[in-house]
């Protein structure tokens, strides 16, 4: 072995100048969504096939992919992690310990593994990385603000990735609602790495969440090629950028933004899947016709059914199936969760019996005219969600399906709640002011 460290500093058990560099570079291009990293590992196992952390890096990015499609490809990155570990360092034995607990459907405890990576290398920003991304997929709010802030007082603006904490810490406040430290830390990490997307994307969040539609147009306004070397998470910012114009009632420019930077088009990547349907659905929801556009997207969920790896790719899944009338594959994707809801061996099974059975059979019932059902299904979650993962702007697509739900079933005074308390909590949201004042009206006119 040769004395090679990583950008913060650790150690790397390698034998590989050439290697040492190009995981370095892999590192990097992981932190800012590069389309190469996946290649740039594969570079570094090539110029070192011992390289236990290497592998490992590698079993990570298949497990970010969030589907059972290439969980046996992170498995077998990880069992090449432990055939080489023999020399490795503890932090990095800790990391396939992590991957392991991943691979295995234990979220929890990987996320305490990188926890404890990060108590005694607190500059290990892959480690940051992972537990910020799984805190994501898990609804730990506080957590997405605590891994940061807890490894901040340690790092300083020299060290290579002070940006992409500072990008991790400004997303955390704004999920726990401290919008004003959001958009301080995320304009600092955008000024200290422009090439940081998770950064730029917090203060989108911040300014989505204040109804800032004008700033944050003008925060997202970039060439159509301005990420063309960036993998699919760039499509998730062209998805806020859409809302900005959604809520600004510029529904052509929506639609145009969804037929050249959002839609599936084939991919099978988390992410494209739910920025399309969740779009569509908030574009039907206000009576925008979307055409055939639910089609691509049904055909994809109808042929991925039994895949849960993410239970909000789910949900998204059933938006598209009960979009496009296919109930009786909707029916399937149901029993599909209520089997891996059973088995209790990973930590998501519970998660999709208590969240997602019961916002799919809402959304479901929802699409089949059974609205009185379908409020019965999402009322209880209201406020009570975020287990099931993703952001407060991404989970809005389930009030806005119990709001509609709530009118439907003439159930008034409901909606007349739920859309108070979102004035009260978004005072600049013109659509819900005007559609509150229209319920209150009704309310008194039938009184």
Request: aromatic residues 10%; hydrophobic residues 45%; negative net charge.
């Amino acid at each position: 072995m040769i004395d090679v460290k990583d950008p913060q500093g650790y150690r790397l058990t390698t034998s590989s100048q050439e290697a040492a560099r190009l995981y370095n570079l892999a590192q990097q291009s992981l932190l800012e969504y590069r389309l190469s990293t996946m290649q740039t590992i594969k570079e570094v196992i090539a110029a070192d096939p011992d390289f236990a952390l290497a592998h490992c890096l590698r079993g990570y990015q298949f497990m970010m992919y969030g589907s059972f499609s290439v969980l046996n490809a992170a498995k077998s990155a990880l069992r090449a992690a432990e055939a080489c570990a023999g020399a490795a360092t503890p932090r990095e034995r800790m990391h396939i310990e992590a991957l392991r607990a991943w691979a295995d459907g234990k979220t929890g405890r990987a996320i305490l593994l990188w926890e404890q990576i990060l108590c005694d290398s607190p500059l290990d920003i892959v480690a940051l990385r992972l537990h910020h991304f799984n805190c994501f997929w898990t609804g730990r709010q506080h957590s997405l603000r605590g891994g940061a802030a807890s490894v901040l007082d340690v790092w300083s603006e020299d060290i290579p990735g002070y940006g992409n904490v500072l990008g991790m810490l400004a997303f955390g406040y704004e999920e726990c609602g401290q919008y004003r430290e959001a958009e301080r830390f995320g304009r600092m990490a955008v000024e200290h790495n422009a090439n940081d997307l998770w950064a730029i994307h917090a203060v989108a969040h911040v300014l989505e969440m204040e109804d800032r539609q004008e700033e944050g147009i003008a925060w997202l306004a970039r060439p159509e090629d301005a990420w063309s070397d960036r993998n699919p998470f760039k499509g998730h910012l062209w998805w806020h950028l859409a809302l900005f114009h959604l809520e600004s009632r510029q529904y052509d420019e929506v639609l145009a933004l969804y037929d050249r930077s959002v839609r599936n088009d084939g991919s099978t990547f988390y992410l494209d899947i739910q920025n399309a349907a969740s779009l569509l659905a908030r574009l039907e929801l206000l009576n925008v016709d979307v055409g055939d556009r639910w089609l691509g997207l049904a055909d994809f969920a109808e042929k991925n059914i039994g895949d849960h790896g993410l239970i909000f790719t789910d949900l998204h899944y059933m938006m598209a199936l009960a979009k496009q009338r296919r109930f009786q594959a909707a029916e399937r994707l149901l029993e599909s969760m209520d089997e891996f809801a059973a088995d209790d061996q990973t930590d998501s099974a519970a998660v999709v019996r208590t969240l997602g059975l019961p916002l799919c059979r809402g959304v479901l019932a929802f699409e089949q005219g059974e609205y009185a059902a379908a409020v019965d299904f999402l009322a209880p979650l209201h406020n009570n969600d975020a287990a099931i993962g993703a952001s407060h702007a991404q989970r809005d697509i389930i009030d806005q399906y119990l709001i509609e739900a709530t009118m439907r079933a003439k159930r008034l005074s409901q909606t007349r709640m739920l859309l108070a308390e979102r004035v009260r909590l978004r005072p600049r949201n013109q659509a819900a002011i005007e559609r509150h004042r229209d319920v209150a009206r009704r309310i008194f006119e039938a009184a």
